[in-house]
């Protein structure tokens, strides 16, 4: 099963990626997609977290085929 | 409707040019508020000389559009449109146009004033400034919408 995982801003650049595919051999929580793509640093606090262009929880579910961004809180308009 | 501007923008235009082609709004409204949010030059005692806007292509759309129909809930609003900048930004262009078309004030306002402050806390944008004297730096929050001037 496959996920694409993208960081915005900050974050971004803080661990120095953009965007990747992630496999995974079942549904995980954010929480654990975070610690299997970005092991050397522990979830963020402020981070927020979407799954499929909507605002998500750090426990929800990510499955196959699933769209999930991690970005700082948003500073815009 | 939304937009979303990788190029500067005229606030007034777009909403002239929006409210003359809703034609089915012709007669209905009483009231249009307005609000444009325009690049300060300067941002937390520094002189800011530009920055950079990022979106996340997909969810910010989708997020406005969400926020607009959850005002449209709450207030009787016959129309509204959003434009908001993206990419790089001076000092004096606009950031965002909110245009609420309504029958009555109160809610032209309310819902704007709603739309803006929901935008600011929940809309997919960061900003990165480019200060005059120490480089680049990510605005880290947003300031309260409510907060008085000193």
């Known amino acids: ?77 | 409707m939304v937009k979303i501007s990788p190029r500067p923008f005229d606030p007034w235009a777009e909403a002239r040019e929006y409210q003359h082609a809703a034609a089915q709004m012709t007669g209905k409204f009483g009231a249009t508020n307005l609000f444009v949010g325009t690049m300060r030059d300067f941002n937390e005692g520094d002189d800011v000389v530009g920055m950079t806007l990022e979106y996340y292509p997909g969810m910010t759309e989708r997020a406005l559009e969400n926020i607009v129909r959850e005002a449209g809930e709450r207030w009787p609003i016959i129309d509204a449109l959003v434009v908001h900048r993206v990419g790089d930004i001076r000092p004096g262009e606009p950031i965002v146009l909110v245009a609420v078309w309504t029958s009555h004030r109160g809610d032209a306002f309310d819902a704007a004033r709603h739309i803006m402050e929901a935008l600011k806390s929940r809309a997919p944008f960061w900003k990165k400034e480019w200060l005059k004297a120490k480089g680049e730096r990510w605005v880290a929050r947003n300031t309260d919408g409510y907060l008085k001037s000193e």
Not at chain 1, 5 to 15: D, G, H
Not at chain 1, 46 to 72: H, T
């Open chain 1, 1 to 77: 099963m496959s996920i694409k995982v993208r960081y915005f801003a900050s974050l971004k650049e803080r661990i120095g990626r953009a965007e990747e595919d992630a496999a995974i051999a079942e549904p995980v929580t954010a929480k654990a997609l975070w610690r299997q793509c970005v092991p050397e640093l522990p979830p963020p606090e402020q981070i927020l977290v979407a799954i499929n262009l909507e605002y998500a929880d750090w426990d929800s579910l990510v499955r196959d085929g699933d769209e999930v961004a991690f970005f700082p809180p948003v500073t815009g308009g």
